[in-house]
């Protein structure tokens, strides 16, 4: 192989607390560590996955990467430049090449504005299309969307959840972005259109040379879509990997009970299927050592007492837990 | 063996009537529940399978809806000719149902325990203090841990999988004949959904009851259902045992849905898709409802709206590929997984 | 909470500070001396100049106010300037009658309208809901002592039923209570009705009857339960102007109370009645708003489900 490909986006150790208002008058400082101390890369051109249940983070993390809630430490390098401290200027500059298309087409699209207002609107912010070209370039975004120019003078409320999601997409391709984060951006889509939108993705991914952060909780979605696989709980990162790795073996204990979990339609495929016992801990009061360890079937004192790092076990798959290798 | 028919729904119509004009949500439904058995009610959004759940137990909103057609028939009785007073006795009852959201279906300011022993003070007649044991006891059976405790708690105490879980203690607490579990797991996570489904089929084991599943997800009926009724448009396009289905589908659309769901233990380069959308229930098309999206459509499928045909014991299906009458070129029969 | 109740009671300071300079400085700017109202009618200028140096008006007014405040840290009120009685047993005196009238509206503000608000949110756009709807328009809309007057008019003067003025027996108190209480009603009617029109909508209502409960059990136990949540933090602020209510219904209907105290001395420019009394009615208001809230957060506590 080749030297190593610069990543495209880096994040280092990143960090979104949640302070909350403080209740009684002498107690302690509740605290909700909603993503703590995630560190990953994405290459170019490749779609690195989060998935993980409510609560893990996975949204969160999006969301700090883009400043949409301001990280609490960490590092956000884009194209090398680091975005965490960047000023209102320098941070506007770079969402050119970052976007992000959201989860409910319903709510994330101004309802008094046409599409064509709401194209033009993410052009002029970022400049890059002279006015004389930008008409040309809202049918060609139309186009690659596969939606008709004649709905650029529509309303969202005349639009279906499916073709919404594609105007979601158009408006993110406005601004001809490197990476687009895609947060759950298929989940509330029928099966049939959501299949519709996830050809339409890997297409774009194609055409245009884009990297994608996709962030789902479906595992059979993100097996389809993704080149890598971060498994995230309570605000870690437990597993990562490329997919064929991730899914022919999968060491983390939740990871495991994750995909067992999933209603399989092939008799064939179905395993053993692992039921955690209990529910997800509580944010605001995580275990101690392994955040896991409450709910794994593996657990041992040192679980309880130390927190596993993130470490390789294969040059494209990471673990954090302390017994992965014996675990397989 | 011969099974012994529980309920039997025929000819169901719910329609919902507005300014925009009148929605047919459900338009002629027809299936059967075995004792024992487990129905899966599968669709995409706007099918009508959930209309068709509300609509055995008459919980319709109307206005606007209104049942202008049917009937459901529980051991023999029909349900939409009953009086108030009879229906009531019938839910919750010898019908059970649950919802999908457990976050807004369970009272905000009553605690968990007294809305178990509502019911149950009302169906069976028990003392306060009976029924308020009882309750426990059912908060036990669904895998609670300190039952006592948590009957005394509020819903915002607890969390979704548990909540779930209270929902089904309370459905199941009088021992219904018939459970209707309207997208239980849809708002609860995978490893949450696995706990709730094996919680079901345990009970359903230990009490004996018929359960219809309604989803829009594939997988689950898959692993729980031991026939599936497939809707589209508010009819059903096709019903059929489990294994036949996924083996065989009948109906375009059914191979459709299934050909267009990522395959969780295998590569694809492209997710088959069924272009086009579902039609309005305010403007059906004359003719197939699925004609317009389907690969195989004929001119009779647009002109004609097909019956459901028995096609097999066990196997019906709404297309006209399975009549005599069919001219078209290709027959699905060839080109299915 | 405990924070949240001390950082509302330390507000007192700047409401009492707040209130009795506003007070103060609005009854400077009113037209009319006190001492000459006082010395009446064919007084000579002497004895109104003796009359003002006595009761301390020739002082320059930062000195008047700040002299009122201090006396007030040490619990003085002042003396009226009418009739050189103390400030606080005025108060003392009037207050519970005022409270008593304040008692029974909210009574009637409750009943009246929760009765109506549940007729309407039973049977929505029937006659019966649009005629009560109609007449807790007319509760709002029209003023209290107009009210307050027609009433007397039609049930004392007319009817007979009840007494014009006064207040020493039970039915002395119907009157002004009903008056004093229908606005309140008529608020509380169209609140309840539209909040039980929501929650009867809620997801946790079908649960209900798909568990078989009798119409009125889901009515009673499930959804007003829920519904009353938003009437009572309604009810609790309508409990502020109708302190400010009682000024004129108490003057309409001769009733010795609180309201009645201070408009007598606005007249008569007795301005440290007037303050005491409006520094008093604003500390009520303040506690009863403090209350509310307190309520309003423990319900809210069971809303939050997310």
Redesign the interface.
């Given at each position: 192989m080749t030297t190593k490909q610069q990543p495209l986006l880096e994040v280092n150790n990143l960090k979104q607390h949640f302070f909350l208002k403080?209740?009684?008058?002498f107690g302690p400082q509740q605290v909700v560590k909603a993503v703590d101390g995630v560190s990953f890369d994405i290459l170019p051109g490749e779609t690195l996955s989060i998935v993980g249940?409510?609560g893990c983070g996975k949204s969160t993390t999006g969301r700090s990467i883009l400043r949409l809630d301001e990280p609490t430490a960490g590092e956000v390098l884009l194209f090398g430049k680091n975005l965490v401290n960047m000023n209102k200027k320098e941070l506007r500059a770079a969402r050119k090449d970052i976007q992000i298309i959201f989860q409910d087409p319903y709510a994330s699209l101004n309802p008094r504005r046409t599409i064509r207002k709401m194209l033009m609107e993410a052009m002029s912010i970022q400049k890059i299309v002279p006015p004389e070209q930008q008409e040309a370039r809202m049918i060609e975004l139309m186009s690659l969307v596969g939606l008709r120019p004649e709905y650029l003078e529509r309303y969202p409320h005349e639009f279906?959840g499916?073709q919404r999601q594609r105007i979601g997409i158009a408006r993110a391709l406005a601004v001809n972005p490197k990476i687009i984060i895609c947060d759950e951006s298929v989940s509330a889509l029928?099966?049939?259109?959501?299949?519709?939108i996830?050809?339409l993705l890997?297409q774009l991914q194609k055409d245009l040379d884009l990297t994608f952060l996709f962030i789902s909780?479906d595992?059979?979605?993100v097996?389809?879509i993704s080149d890598r696989i971060m498994v995230m709980y309570l605000g870690k990162v437990v597993e990562i990997a490329d997919k064929h790795s991730l899914?022919s073996q999968p060491h983390h204990p939740y990871t495991k009970?994750?995909f067992?979990?999933?209603?399989?339609?092939?008799k064939h495929?179905?395993k053993e299927?692992i039921?955690?016992k209990g529910?997800?801990p509580s944010p605001l009061n995580p275990p101690t050592g392994c955040s896991f360890h409450t709910r794994c079937p593996f657990a041992t004192d040192k679980c309880k007492a130390e927190v596993p790092a993130l470490r390789e076990i294969s040059a494209t798959h990471k673990v954090a837990c302390h017994f992965a290798e014996n675990l397989v | 063996m011969k099974q012994e028919t529980v309920l039997e729904v025929k000819d169901l119509q719910t329609y919902f009537y507005s300014s925009e004009g009148v929605a047919k949500a459900v338009d002629g439904v027809s299936f059967t529940l075995q004792k024992g058995e487990t129905l899966g009610i599968v669709g995409e959004s706007g099918c009508g399978k959930s209309m068709t759940s509300l609509s055995l137990l008459r919980l319709v909103p109307s206005p606007p809806g209104k049942i202008i057609n049917g009937e459901i028939l529980l051991n023999n009785t029909d349900i939409l000719k009953l009086s108030d007073e009879e229906l009531r006795k019938i839910r919750g009852n010898k019908i059970s149902m649950i919802f999908q959201e457990p976050m807004t279906s369970l009272n905000p300011v009553l605690s968990v325990g007294e809305q178990i022993a509502e019911s149950i003070r009302l169906h069976q007649g028990l003392s306060r203090k009976e029924a308020w044991q009882k309750a426990v006891d059912m908060i036990r059976l669904v895998g609670i841990p300190a039952p006592e405790k948590r009957a005394k708690q509020e819903p915002y105490q607890l969390s979704g999988g548990m909540r779930q879980r209270i929902m089904i203690a309370m459905a199941l607490a009088c021992t219904p004949d018939v459970l209707i579990a309207d997208e239980p797991t849809t708002a609860l996570d995978v490893t949450i959904q696995a706990q709730i489904i094996d919680i079901i089929q345990n009970l359903q084991k230990q009490l004996g009851m018929s359960i219809i599943f309604i989803t829009h997800d594939l997988g689950v009926v898959a692993e729980i259902c031991d026939k599936i009724a497939v809707m589209y448009a508010g009819q059903v396009v096709e019903e059929g045992t489990t294994e036949s289905l996924f083996e065989k589908p009948l109906h375009p659309y059914t191979n459709g849905l299934i050909q267009s769901l990522p395959k969780l233990y295998e590569d694809q380069e492209e997710l088959s898709t069924i272009h086009g959308t579902v039609p309005s229930p305010y403007n059906y098309p004359i003719g197939c409802r699925y004609a317009e999206r389907c690969p195989f459509a004929t001119d009779l499928c647009r002109e004609k709206q097909p019956e459901l045909l028995t096609v097999e014991p066990e196997k019906k299906v709404r297309c006209w590929m399975y009549s005599n009458k069919w001219q078209g070129e290709t027959h699905m029969k060839e080109m299915t997984v | 909470m405990t924070l949240f109740i001390l950082k509302r009671l330390a507000q007192i300071i700047p409401v009492t500070l707040g209130v009795t300079l506003v007070v103060f400085l609005i009854m400077q700017m009113i037209p009319g001396d006190p001492a000459i109202i006082l010395a009446g009618e064919g007084a000579s200028q002497e004895t109104v100049a003796e009359l003002r140096e006595n009761l301390g008006l020739n002082k320059p007014l930062a000195v008047q106010y700040t002299d009122y405040i201090k006396n007030l840290l040490q619990g003085d009120m002042g003396n009226s300037l009418k009739n050189n009685q103390p400030v606080f047993e005025e108060i003392t005196a009037r207050l519970p009658i005022t409270i008593e009238l304040a008692f029974y509206s909210i009574l009637i503000t409750i009943v009246l309208g929760l009765i109506a608000g549940i007729i309407s949110a039973i049977r929505p756009y029937s006659f019966m809901d649009v005629g009560l709807m109609v007449v807790a328009l007319l509760g709002i809309s029209l003023p209290s002592f107009w009210l307050g007057i027609l009433l007397m008019y039609v049930f004392s003067v007319q009817l007979h039923w009840l007494p014009v003025a006064g207040w020493d027996s039970a039915k002395h108190i119907i009157l002004p209570a009903v008056t004093l209480g229908a606005g309140g009603a008529a608020i509380v009617a169209r609140m309840t009705r539209s909040s039980m029109l929501e929650v009867v909508n809620q997801d946790y209502i079908r649960t209900a009857k798909a568990k078989g409960l009798k119409g009125y059990i889901i009515i009673l136990k499930h959804a007003l339960r829920n519904a009353l949540i938003p009437v009572i933090t309604v009810v609790g602020l309508q409990f502020g102007s109708l302190l400010g209510g009682t000024v004129l219904v108490e003057s309409v209907f001769a009733v010795n109370g609180l309201g009645r105290m201070i408009v007598d001395a606005i007249r008569t420019r007795d301005i440290p009645v007037v303050q005491g009394g409006v520094l008093v009615a604003s500390l009520i208001f303040v506690f009863i708003n403090l209350f509310v809230d307190i309520m309003y957060r423990f319900f809210n506590k069971r809303m939050d489900l997310n």
């Amino acid at each position: 192989m080749t030297t190593k490909q610069q990543p495209l986006l880096e994040v280092n150790n990143l960090k979104q607390h949640f302070f909350l208002k403080k209740e009684k008058l002498f107690g302690p400082q509740q605290v909700v560590k909603a993503v703590d101390g995630v560190s990953f890369d994405i290459l170019p051109g490749e779609t690195l996955s989060i998935v993980g249940e409510s609560g893990c983070g996975k949204s969160t993390t999006g969301r700090s990467i883009l400043r949409l809630d301001e990280p609490t430490a960490g590092e956000v390098l884009l194209f090398g430049k680091n975005l965490v401290n960047m000023n209102k200027k320098e941070l506007r500059a770079a969402r050119k090449d970052i976007q992000i298309i959201f989860q409910d087409p319903y709510a994330s699209l101004n309802p008094r504005r046409t599409i064509r207002k709401m194209l033009m609107e993410a052009m002029s912010i970022q400049k890059i299309v002279p006015p004389e070209q930008q008409e040309a370039r809202m049918i060609e975004l139309m186009s690659l969307v596969g939606l008709r120019p004649e709905y650029l003078e529509r309303y969202p409320h005349e639009f279906s959840g499916g073709q919404r999601q594609r105007i979601g997409i158009a408006r993110a391709l406005a601004v001809n972005p490197k990476i687009i984060i895609c947060d759950e951006s298929v989940s509330a889509l029928d099966v049939s259109i959501q299949a519709q939108i996830l050809n339409l993705l890997k297409q774009l991914q194609k055409d245009l040379d884009l990297t994608f952060l996709f962030i789902s909780h479906d595992l059979s979605v993100v097996r389809h879509i993704s080149d890598r696989i971060m498994v995230m709980y309570l605000g870690k990162v437990v597993e990562i990997a490329d997919k064929h790795s991730l899914f022919s073996q999968p060491h983390h204990p939740y990871t495991k009970a994750l995909f067992s979990s999933i209603p399989v339609i092939d008799k064939h495929h179905r395993k053993e299927r692992i039921i955690l016992k209990g529910d997800l801990p509580s944010p605001l009061n995580p275990p101690t050592g392994c955040s896991f360890h409450t709910r794994c079937p593996f657990a041992t004192d040192k679980c309880k007492a130390e927190v596993p790092a993130l470490r390789e076990i294969s040059a494209t798959h990471k673990v954090a837990c302390h017994f992965a290798e014996n675990l397989v | 063996m011969k099974q012994e028919t529980v309920l039997e729904v025929k000819d169901l119509q719910t329609y919902f009537y507005s300014s925009e004009g009148v929605a047919k949500a459900v338009d002629g439904v027809s299936f059967t529940l075995q004792k024992g058995e487990t129905l899966g009610i599968v669709g995409e959004s706007g099918c009508g399978k959930s209309m068709t759940s509300l609509s055995l137990l008459r919980l319709v909103p109307s206005p606007p809806g209104k049942i202008i057609n049917g009937e459901i028939l529980l051991n023999n009785t029909d349900i939409l000719k009953l009086s108030d007073e009879e229906l009531r006795k019938i839910r919750g009852n010898k019908i059970s149902m649950i919802f999908q959201e457990p976050m807004t279906s369970l009272n905000p300011v009553l605690s968990v325990g007294e809305q178990i022993a509502e019911s149950i003070r009302l169906h069976q007649g028990l003392s306060r203090k009976e029924a308020w044991q009882k309750a426990v006891d059912m908060i036990r059976l669904v895998g609670i841990p300190a039952p006592e405790k948590r009957a005394k708690q509020e819903p915002y105490q607890l969390s979704g999988g548990m909540r779930q879980r209270i929902m089904i203690a309370m459905a199941l607490a009088c021992t219904p004949d018939v459970l209707i579990a309207d997208e239980p797991t849809t708002a609860l996570d995978v490893t949450i959904q696995a706990q709730i489904i094996d919680i079901i089929q345990n009970l359903q084991k230990q009490l004996g009851m018929s359960i219809i599943f309604i989803t829009h997800d594939l997988g689950v009926v898959a692993e729980i259902c031991d026939k599936i009724a497939v809707m589209y448009a508010g009819q059903v396009v096709e019903e059929g045992t489990t294994e036949s289905l996924f083996e065989k589908p009948l109906h375009p659309y059914t191979n459709g849905l299934i050909q267009s769901l990522p395959k969780l233990y295998e590569d694809q380069e492209e997710l088959s898709t069924i272009h086009g959308t579902v039609p309005s229930p305010y403007n059906y098309p004359i003719g197939c409802r699925y004609a317009e999206r389907c690969p195989f459509a004929t001119d009779l499928c647009r002109e004609k709206q097909p019956e459901l045909l028995t096609v097999e014991p066990e196997k019906k299906v709404r297309c006209w590929m399975y009549s005599n009458k069919w001219q078209g070129e290709t027959h699905m029969k060839e080109m299915t997984v | 909470m405990t924070l949240f109740i001390l950082k509302r009671l330390a507000q007192i300071i700047p409401v009492t500070l707040g209130v009795t300079l506003v007070v103060f400085l609005i009854m400077q700017m009113i037209p009319g001396d006190p001492a000459i109202i006082l010395a009446g009618e064919g007084a000579s200028q002497e004895t109104v100049a003796e009359l003002r140096e006595n009761l301390g008006l020739n002082k320059p007014l930062a000195v008047q106010y700040t002299d009122y405040i201090k006396n007030l840290l040490q619990g003085d009120m002042g003396n009226s300037l009418k009739n050189n009685q103390p400030v606080f047993e005025e108060i003392t005196a009037r207050l519970p009658i005022t409270i008593e009238l304040a008692f029974y509206s909210i009574l009637i503000t409750i009943v009246l309208g929760l009765i109506a608000g549940i007729i309407s949110a039973i049977r929505p756009y029937s006659f019966m809901d649009v005629g009560l709807m109609v007449v807790a328009l007319l509760g709002i809309s029209l003023p209290s002592f107009w009210l307050g007057i027609l009433l007397m008019y039609v049930f004392s003067v007319q009817l007979h039923w009840l007494p014009v003025a006064g207040w020493d027996s039970a039915k002395h108190i119907i009157l002004p209570a009903v008056t004093l209480g229908a606005g309140g009603a008529a608020i509380v009617a169209r609140m309840t009705r539209s909040s039980m029109l929501e929650v009867v909508n809620q997801d946790y209502i079908r649960t209900a009857k798909a568990k078989g409960l009798k119409g009125y059990i889901i009515i009673l136990k499930h959804a007003l339960r829920n519904a009353l949540i938003p009437v009572i933090t309604v009810v609790g602020l309508q409990f502020g102007s109708l302190l400010g209510g009682t000024v004129l219904v108490e003057s309409v209907f001769a009733v010795n109370g609180l309201g009645r105290m201070i408009v007598d001395a606005i007249r008569t420019r007795d301005i440290p009645v007037v303050q005491g009394g409006v520094l008093v009615a604003s500390l009520i208001f303040v506690f009863i708003n403090l209350f509310v809230d307190i309520m309003y957060r423990f319900f809210n506590k069971r809303m939050d489900l997310n």
